[in-house]
């Protein structure tokens, strides 16, 4: 019996210890929040993408490369190339990094072997500036531009454009929508753009789009 009353206080004091780191860790909802500078991760200020692989190292892409922080170190790649990298995406499935950058858009492999798929494009549409999004959509990655969407399936390249031109593309539940320079929005369909809503004003440039019961909300640039 005594043996027994022994084991409920040390299983006592181990929940009540348990406890007590909890709230320190937790307390009004904070975190434990470690910032980096650009010394620590030796590159510019400017950071515009992030991702996470199977091994939970995160790359970010930064004006002068793509980072890699593994939990304990930094390290930069793609370093010296001329070109700022604005997006990435990761494919747990075939294992490699998709970037998007000025003028370029490709992916990585384990080895940090460089694919450049601007190649596969034809020469009318191989004039655009930035891939700022890089998206994933059943079994497919989507590069998008202000000249185009580029869609690649593992082997082609379908450009998806509009006589308009495009601006930001937004995936939302599933869902890719870009806006068009005309302020209309579009939605993906199959391999192309169907219209999905028109905007009272053409000057308003969307910044964002998320979903509440079923209905799209617009985030404008002029915040209204």
């Known amino acids: ?120 494009l034809h020469e009318q549409f191989r004039d655009f500036d930035e891939v700022w999004d890089v998206f994933y959509l059943d079994g497919k990655v989507y590069f998008c531009t202000f000249r185009g969407i580029f869609q690649f399936d593992g082997n082609s390249l379908n450009p998806i454009t509009l006589p308009s031109g495009l601006r930001r593309s937004f995936l939302v539940n599933n869902q890719l929508f870009v806006q068009s320079n005309e302020s209309h929005i579009y939605r993906l369909k199959g391999n192309s753009l169907e219209l999905h809503q028109k905007l009272e004003k053409p000057s308003e440039i969307i910044k964002g789009i998320v979903e509440n019961d079923r209905e799209l909300i617009l985030f404008s640039q002029s915040g209204k």
Not at 27 to 48: C, K, T, V
Not at 97 to 110: A, I, R
Request: with cysteine; glycine share 8%; charged share 20%.
């Open 1 to 120: 019996m005594e043996k027994f009353h022994c084991y409920k206080l040390k299983l006592l004091a181990y929940f009540i210890l348990l406890f007590t780191c909890y709230t320190l860790t937790g307390q009004n909802g904070q975190y434990l929040i470690r910032n980096f500078s650009p010394e620590d991760y030796r590159a510019g200020i400017q950071n515009n993408s992030f991702a996470q692989n199977r091994s939970l190292s995160v790359f970010v892409a930064n004006n002068l490369g793509i980072l890699e922080f593994d939990g304990t170190e930094w390290t930069v790649h793609r370093v010296n190339s001329g070109k700022k990298e604005r997006s990435l995406f990761f494919d747990s499935v075939s294992n490699r990094l998709f970037f998007g950058s000025q003028g370029d858009f490709g992916y990585y492999e384990n080895d940090w072997k460089y694919h450049s798929l601007t190649e596969l």
